[in-house]
């Protein structure tokens, strides 16, 4: 595969980097841009096209930096824009993308924007920015309408105004300190396109972005129907008044014109939660963005026939637009899938709301994990690995309550612990001060035994998951079978996924109870698992064969 085509994004595996459990260069227990950038060579030598970076941009961080206060600088704690030029240049250097994270939904409630809007009377221009508006009830003292934040409570805030009265609200779909900017203001579109133009120019390859299906609000809409028990949920109701909403769509069209300016063209992926994926496969037009995470497959239990029917229905209905699918099983957002797969109920979401649970089969889930990492990068399209996803991390289940940072803990009123366990800096070394992550300790508390999970501990150890993805990127980046688009199923039982790429390559995945013969075949590329003595396939595992 040449990686430097202006479509490389369509095969690509994008590795993505939470930059503040990465690696820390500075010792202050929060990774940083030298501490990437150190890293560089062991993304490279695992096999990696691309790596997608989380917000790096000036932010309070009350939610992990997905609250920005300066679209156009780098945090401080991250490093500097000179930094960011470097990692970008050695990146390329070693023939890594670089892709980087916007969030134009909402801003921080330090950017100056909205600071300017809190000095400022209602009905300015300053004002215009967010969505301000006065309250209900005869004093105005509450809120607009009753939509919720998905973070927990209320999706309106009051201010006081800058004469100490009582004011109007603002309207986050997020944390209170996230508030939504108003996108039917001109101002407002212009600023993203000369953001997207600023990093383009910095050498940028592309964005993910942020609440891809937000943006766009019928503020006029009624109230929600909310089922109160579950106050984390969003309605699943059609016609939302601020998510996936059609006007969204016009907005992408402009941002593509920006990418396809530059040579090569900059590339979109979308990050949307939406119903189903024909809603996804209208992001994804010929002049709008160019792919989008598949979290219909990371939502898919570990069952052969959910798995399947995602696979087919993600392939047929983004083919439909011409757009390659994605495969992804984790991010910054929801459980480690060693502990996913570990449990009894192996369906993924959005937000945690099983952090709590206790009660998971490690064994098993490390298991089932090493066969569907390789099912996944033997699929056609993209793929996307959550760094400590190559390590084989689990969800770390027991942090202490006074160590959780995700706002989602506080506006549950800490009845769900949030995010925080896929977030813990990751294990360089078996030993040492935060276990190689950085010199000094690490913002997230590392369990004892990460140590036996690092690099360094899984480097060389063919037994490893790490070894086991090593492996199974250098065969998908160097095996004609795995280049192609096409995918044909083998049917080996309800039990079984089996499907042919091109050149003879076939994978097989057995995720029923018994072990099953497989397919006839020339050579056994790569397995997840010892098959038995026999030759069969055990429950739980994944071979990748030639047939030809
Ligand atoms: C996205 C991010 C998540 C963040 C939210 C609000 O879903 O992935 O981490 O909390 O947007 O910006």
Redesign the pocket.
């Known amino acids: 595969m040449t990686r430097s085509r202006s479509d490389w994004w369509r095969r690509a595996t994008i590795y993505q980097v939470y930059i503040r459990s990465f690696a820390d260069a500075n010792g202050d227990g929060e990774g940083d841009i030298a501490g990437l950038l150190r890293r560089l060579p062991y993304l490279r030598d695992l096999g990696v096209d691309a790596i997608w970076i989380n917000p790096w941009y000036p932010s309070p961080l009350n939610?992990?930096g997905?609250d920005v206060a300066d679209y156009r600088d780098i945090d401080p704690r991250f490093g500097d824009l000179a930094q960011a030029k470097e990692l970008i240049d050695h990146a390329h250097a070693l023939d890594l993308k670089v892709v980087l994270d916007i969030?134009p939904n909402?801003s921080s409630s330090e950017h100056t924007w909205f600071q300017d809007a809190l000095r400022a009377a209602p009905g300015s221009p300053e004002r215009a920015r967010y969505i301000f508006r006065d309250g209900s009830g005869p004093n105005g003292d509450q809120p607009p309408n009753n939509w919720r934040s998905v973070f927990g409570g209320p999706a309106w805030e009051r201010i006081t105004e800058p004469d100490g009265s009582p004011g109007q609200w603002y309207f986050h779909i997020?944390d209170v300190t996230?508030p939504d900017l108003d996108w039917t203001n001109p101002e407002v579109r212009d600023e993203f396109l000369s953001v997207l133009r600023f990093w383009f120019d910095l050498g940028v390859d592309g964005f993910r972005i942020?609440?891809a299906h937000g943006m766009v609000k019928d503020m006029e809409a009624p109230d929600l129907p909310y089922d109160e028990s579950n106050l984390l949920d969003s309605p699943q109701i059609a016609d939302h008044p601020f998510f996936d909403r059609d006007g969204v769509h016009e907005i992408y069209r402009g941002w593509r014109q920006v990418a396809d300016a530059y040579d090569p063209p900059r590339l979109f992926v979308a990050?949307a939660w939406v119903e189903a994926p024909e809603r996804l496969a209208r992001y994804l037009r010929d002049d709008e963005l160019h792919s989008a995470f598949n979290f219909d497959y990371l939502k898919a239990a570990w069952s052969a026939e959910a798995l399947r029917v995602s696979i087919e229905q993600s392939v047929t209905v983004l083919g439909s637009v011409g757009a390659p699918a994605t495969w992804v099983l984790e991010n910054?957002?929801v459980e480690r899938v060693v502990t996913r797969y570990g449990r009894t109920d192996t369906t993924g979401g959005t937000v945690q709301q099983r952090s709590d649970e206790r009660l998971f089969d490690e064994d098993l889930g490390r298991r089932r994990a090493r066969a569907a990492a390789l099912l996944m990068l033997a699929l056609p399209g993209g793929a996307y690995v959550y760094q400590g996803q190559e390590l084989g991390l689990p969800e770390v289940i027991d942090l202490p309550d006074e160590a959780l940072q995700d706002p989602v803990w506080e506006r549950s009123q800490h009845t769900e612990r949030g995010r925080d366990g896929c977030r813990v800096p990751l294990p360089w070394t078996s030993g040492g001060p935060s276990y190689g992550f950085g010199p000094g300790g690490s913002w997230l508390p590392q369990p004892a035994e990460w140590g036996a999970m690092s690099v360094e501990a899984q480097d060389g150890d063919p037994g490893s998951m790490l070894e086991l993805y090593r492996s199974a990127l250098r065969i998908r980046n160097t095996h004609a079978g795995l280049a192609s688009d096409t995918i044909t199923w083998r049917d080996l039982g309800s039990d079984v996924l089996a499907f042919d790429r091109s050149d003879g390559f076939v994978c097989v995945v057995n995720l029923g109870a018994a072990p099953v013969p497989l397919p006839e075949h020339r050579q056994v590329l790569l397995t997840s698992g010892p098959l038995n003595a026999d030759g069969h396939l055990p429950a739980d595992t994944s071979a990748w064969l030639v047939t030809t």
Request: hydrophobic share 25%; charged share 35%; glycine share 8%.
């Open positions: 939610d992990g997905y969030v909402h997020f996230q942020d609440v990050e910054h957002d």
